[in-house]
Each structure stands twice: as C-alpha cells, then as structure tokens.
C-alpha cells in the first residue's frame, strides 16, 4: 500500500484529499503544519508528501529543505494558490518532485501523484553508485574493459615511449582527443606543450596562419608577426582534428614539417625550424579521398605509421555501464555532490540504444538527466524519448551508418525505380550526377550553405564537396562562399 503524507493548514483541502484518494492502494495521513509534518514523516514513513508552500509557522519551502536533508529520495510536490515564478522556481531548485497550483484538476492531480509514487518505488529499487574502476582508469577519461578498448589502450602504451607519428580514426563523439592527450600523457614530452588544433572549425584561409604564423604585412589585417601553433609547441606535441577537411596548400606545409622539421611562416621566406610531434585524427577514412585526390597520398603515410580505430559505442555496450558510472562521479565531483543512483532500467534502455553520437552523447544524456531527475535517482522519465523508445532504423553494431538500409531496402528499392523511370523519360539525362546534383544543393539548402555541415550530411568530406560544388557549377548558383 502506498502511503501519502498531505502537510496544509486548509481543512477543506485536507477533506477533498481524503474524498479524492480514499482507495484501497493509498493509505493518507495529514498535518496541519509544517513542524507538525516533519514529525509525522519519521513514524508514518511516507511514499509521497504532497505540501502547501504558505503555512502557519514554517513555510513550505523551509519544510521541503528540512524533508530533503531527513530523506533525499522522498518525493514531494508542492502546492499554492499564488503562483509566482520565483516559489516555482525555488521549490524545483530544493528538489520538489512536481509544483502545483490551487484549485487544482482532479484528474492532473492524481495523474502526477500516480506518477511520483511509480518513482519512489523505483528509487527504492535502484542501485545505488559503488566505484566500477580503479582510481587510475579515471585519471586519462577514457574508460572501457571491452576488447576493442583494451586494443586501443595497448597501442596508447606502445606509442608512448617513441615520437612515431599516429593517426587517430574513429566516429564522431568516440574520444579521438583522449586517445591523443593520453599519448601525450605518458610521452617522453609530457613535460612540454599540448596543442589541440580542429581543422574543420578554423576557416581555411586563416588555418595555415593559425598552424604556422605569419609575418606582418602577409595579408590584410596583419598588423604584426604572429606565432602560429607549431612554434608554440616546439618540443611538445600537436594534435590535428579533422585533418581531411585541410586544404592542399596546408596538407603541403604539413609535409614539409614531418619531412624536415622546418616551414614558413605565411608571408615569410624564412624558414623555421621546430621539432614536434604530430598526432592526427579524422572521423571519415582518408582512403576515399586520396583516392579523390582531395588528401595528399605522402602525407596520409606520413600521419599513418601507426593507426588508432576507436570503436563506436554501439559496438562496444558491454562498456556503457562503466562509462555511466563514470560521468556520474565526474559530474558530481564538478559540483561538489554525492553521485547519485541510477534505475536499472535506465541502464537497460542505455545498453539498448544505438548511440549516433558515442561517448559524447552518453555524457550529454547523463548530464540532462541529473538537471531534470526529481530525487536522487535518475528514472526512465528523466531520459529522453528517443533513448527509452529508439526508432527502428536506428544503427546497430556492425552498421556503418544511422539508417538500417536492410530494414529501408523496400523503401530504397522504390527511389531507384523512381530515379530510372525518370531516366528513361528524358534520354539526355546523366542519372547519377544529376541526382549528385540535387543531393548537395539540399544539403546545402538545410544547412544554409555551411559546407563542413552539408558535407557530413552526405558523408563525404569538405574538399570532396568543394570538388562537387564546382564540378557542377553549384557555387555560383547559391553564391556560396
């Protein structure tokens, strides 16, 4: 039997509740005030405490901060008929379950107290944080026991007593930049600087000036010599993100660094010497566009002496549990906070879900969820939908992509016929660049012409759709820059 506590000083409110739940699953218990209820809850031991904001005596909300310090995982919704923005606000703040106004809908009334004691009786079953791994597994952020992980680990060990170049590859979200900070890390120039560098975020015209300086006067806005990120770190390490969205030019440059150590500045003819070690990633493989001459040949060896795949989350769920167990700590420990619990049934829907986003999007869902959790447990109400009720298309291990194709072959089979009965009503088509054609300029279209997006939208690189954009004239059409 469910036992709910109601702590208000309105006899009429008092007699609706004992109308409104008198059935035989609830058991209801009042009080008049709030120091009377705080001595109700340790005898009666409530499920629920549904309480007005303003009492004789003690507030509401001075009630709820006394009730959570006696008993976090005790849900209470709050109530009053003056409704201010900042009550609301403090009661969610103080962790109130639900807040609601006087009078109230009978039907919303009991659908939110039906919901708040579904969630103290799970709280009461969840499992609560123990540490999953050993106070060194947290130190480089990377976390995982699965044998793609272990894999990845081994290679961090055997990079790190040489200089030998390494190429990082793996999804977007998978942790590429941890992979690199813990080469870095237990490098024998952990001593010196770490750079990390996304190619695919700086413009192109102002990443070779960012990689390697430029003199004054190289080009408009170029007041005064600047450094640029190599010089920086000389003696320490690079990190490239994103280094198959690098132009040519700078793909040369690059070259000439692994090659020789030296490169000039932008506007320069001096050259430069530095010694740096470079680790590069990419979340697409270089392979397609060395093939497309859009990524120098030289240069991918250079950069893949020794290769890192990362794999996707959804191929490694063994590893989810631990990673929740993770964040969960680092987070609290962010805030100064006890980690809280988490259902079983939460980790059950994580363990089923496809992860599009990897590791980064499992971080964002657990932080989502300790904002939203209304006691000290995170419940399925507390995720979002997409992750308690994944769509059917959704990726799964061994897919490369988001769409199950298999699944769609009905779907895709259509379009085709659809594609070749319009071939053959107009005999002077090019099927496939036209439909190449109308792909980009959608991509373009929805993403309001940024290339490095509309680019991952077609799963290609950003050289390979600067390639398209002018091989099909596109350009001058959308007057993209």
Not at 212 to 232: P, Y
Not at 255 to 265: A, C, H, I, K, P
Not at 293 to 308: A, G, K, P, S, T
């Amino acid at each position: 039997m469910d036992k709910l506590l109601l702590i208000d000083d309105e006899e009429d409110v008092q007699y609706s509740f004992g109308r409104i739940f008198d059935t035989p699953g609830i058991r209801l218990a009042t009080a008049s005030s709030g120091e009377e209820g705080l001595k109700v809850v340790p005898v009666f031991k409530p499920d629920l405490v549904i309480m007005d904001v303003r009492m004789g005596g003690i507030s509401g909300l001075e009630t709820l901060r006394k009730l959570r310090q006696m008993d976090a995982k005790l849900p209470v919704i709050m109530m009053t008929a003056y409704g201010t923005t900042q009550t609301a606000i403090e009661a969610m703040k103080l962790g109130a379950y639900d807040y609601l106004l006087k009078p109230f809908d009978v039907p919303k009334l009991k659908k939110i107290v039906e919901a708040a004691l579904d969630a103290a009786r799970a709280m009461r079953e969840v499992i609560s944080y123990q540490p999953l791994l050993e106070s060194e597994d947290y130190d480089l952020g990377i976390v995982g026991r699965s044998e793609g992980m272990q894999s990845v680990f081994k290679l961090i060990g055997q990079l790190a007593g040489s200089d030998a170049t390494a190429l990082i590859t793996g999804e977007s979200g998978t942790g590429k930049e941890l992979v690199a900070r813990a080469i870095y890390n237990h490098s024998k120039r952990s001593d010196q600087t770490f750079v990390a560098i996304n190619c695919a975020a700086i413009p192109e015209n102002l990443l070779e000036s960012e990689l390697f300086g430029h003199e004054k006067g190289a080009f408009t806005g170029a007041t005064s010599q600047r450094i640029g990120k190599f010089e920086q770190c000389n003696h320490g390490t690079i990190f490239l993100d994103e280094i198959g969205d690098m132009t040519l030019p700078t793909q040369t440059k690059i070259l000439r660094v692994l090659q020789s150590g030296t490169f000039e500045r932008v506007g320069g003819n001096q050259p430069v010497s530095v010694d740096v070690r470079v680790i590069a990633a990419t979340n697409k493989p270089l392979e397609p566009a060395v093939a497309d001459r859009q990524f120098r040949e030289d240069l991918f060896y250079r950069l893949n002496v020794v290769r890192i795949e990362i794999p996707p989350l959804r191929s490694r769920r063994s590893d989810i549990p631990l990673l929740i167990n993770y964040f969960l700590k680092k987070i609290a420990q962010s805030q100064g906070q006890a980690p809280k619990s988490i259902s079983p049934e939460v980790v059950e829907s994580m363990e089923r879900y496809g992860w599009p986003g990897n590791v980064r999007e499992l971080e964002n869902v657990i932080r989502r969820a300790l904002v939203v959790a209304k006691g000290e447990a995170i419940l399925r109400a507390d995720l979002p939908p997409g992750i308690v009720s994944p769509p059917a298309a959704q990726a799964e291990p061994g897919r490369t992509g988001a769409v199950d194709v298999e699944a769609q072959g009905g779907d895709f089979r259509s379009l085709a016929r659809a594609l070749f009965d319009w071939a053959r009503s107009d005999t002077k088509l090019k099927l496939i660049p036209a439909v190449e054609r109308e792909l980009i300029i959608h991509a373009l279209a929805e993403t309001a012409g940024n290339q490095l997006r509309a680019a991952q939208l077609l799963g290609i690189t950003r050289a390979t759709l600067r390639k398209r954009i002018e091989k099909h004239g596109i350009k001058q059409a959308l007057s993209i820059e």
